[in-house]
């Protein structure tokens, strides 16, 4: 990996993180270990894709409320 930390991935990057983990699992020749080392760090990137995804949440929905006060003034 490039990056240093797991939290400069973008979330586009993240999925593709993820997609390569499942395939890496769905591998016929994978052994325990392996299995057990990508299934640990894709639930490690899927924690970070629902902390950007409410992140994001939270930026529309206060975008959104500035929006309605903005209207009602």
Do not use: H, P, W
Request: aromatic residues 6%.
């Amino acid at each position: 990996m490039s990056k240093e930390t797991e939290s400069e991935f973008t979330l586009e990057e993240n999925f593709a993180r993820l997609e390569e983990l499942v395939n890496r699992l769905s591998d016929e020749d994978i052994s325990l270990e392996q299995a057990f080392t990508a299934y640990s760090q894709g639930m490690e990137v899927l924690k970070q894709c629902n902390e950007q995804i409410d992140r994001v949440e939270k930026k529309v929905l206060k975008l959104s409320e500035g929006n309605v006060l903005t209207q009602l003034q």
